[in-house]
């Protein structure tokens, strides 16, 4: 599938990797609807031209990620919506006994697998249907999905119990979705970044910073948001990509 001419719905487009992609994706000729909790995603659309709508909507909200699919097929015209790059999510540190012996909190839990994975699948469900109704393409496709994993989801970290869970839960998904969307002749990828320039990443300490970069093989800094675009266009771009991960790390493995 080509970027040009076709229409992607991007979640968590406000900053970091969402707002990467859909910049990446304008200038390759593509329409994007940009998704959010945050009102900046309209300033972000507004700098992107008449090729950009924004919309706010939660991702594990059933009724405000319909309205954004529908959005996003009425902006892509004729062709409808072509594809999706799902970023939209969170960042959760908890022990399960902290230092006074108490256990992690199990709401706090249940929120990050409830934006992480559960919010995915609503995004999977409802986009899927979507573009199943497309007309196929010259190659046969339809439509392409493209979630955000980790390598927390491989390689967790003390205290990333929530976090690690809800991303392998997104790896988990990725081939039984790409078999199911088979018939419909829709491709599933999911890309798990490793440390990359996001504001999350922003909020640790500078010296924290410095070390997970230095932990990298090569090259020794943190990922930039522009990689990650980059690798969501090529996945756009190549019909043999389905049912797999792609790690986007440098070559770390967390100790």
């Known amino acids: 599938m080509q970027v040009k001419d ?13 707002a990467a992609t859909a910049e990446r994706l304008v200038a390759g000729g593509a329409r994007v609807m940009l998704c959010d909790l945050s009102d900046s995603v309209n300033t972000h659309a507004q700098t992107l031209g008449e090729s950009a709508q924004a919309c706010l909507a939660d991702i594990t909200s059933a009724e405000q990620m319909q309205q954004a699919v529908d959005a996003a097929v009425a902006f892509g015209g004729e062709r409808g919506l072509s594809g999706v790059i ?11 006994v902290d230092r006074e012996g108490n256990p992690a909190d199990l709401d706090s839990y249940a929120n990050t697998v409830n934006i992480n994975l559960v919010g995915t699948f609503n995004v999977m469900r409802l986009a899927s249907a979507a573009m199943a109704k497309n007309a196929p393409n010259d190659s046969g496709e339809r439509g392409v999905m493209i979630n ?5 989801a491989f390689d ?16 988990g998904m990725s081939l039984p979705a790409a078999r199911e969307l088979s018939r419909h002749a829709i491709r599933v990828m999911a890309i798990a970044p490793g440390v990359f320039e996001t504001p999350m990443m922003s909020e640790l300490p500078s010296e924290a910073t410095e070390a997970l970069a230095a932990a990298v093989p090569f090259p020794k800094r943190l990922g930039k948001p522009e990689e990650f675009a980059q690798l969501a266009e090529q996945i756009i771009a190549n019909p043999m990509l389905n049912g797999e991960v792609i790690r986007l790390d440098g070559g770390i493995r967390m100790q």
């Open 156 to 171: 967790g970290q003390v205290g990333q119990c929530a976090y690690s869970a809800s991303k392998a839960g997104v790896v």
């Open 86 to 96: 799902h970023c939209a999510g969170v960042v959760s540190v908890a022990k399960l």
């Open 6 to 18: 076709h229409t992607f719905l991007i979640t968590g487009a406000a900053s970091g990797l969402g």
């Open 148 to 152: 955000t994993a980790s390598i927390a």
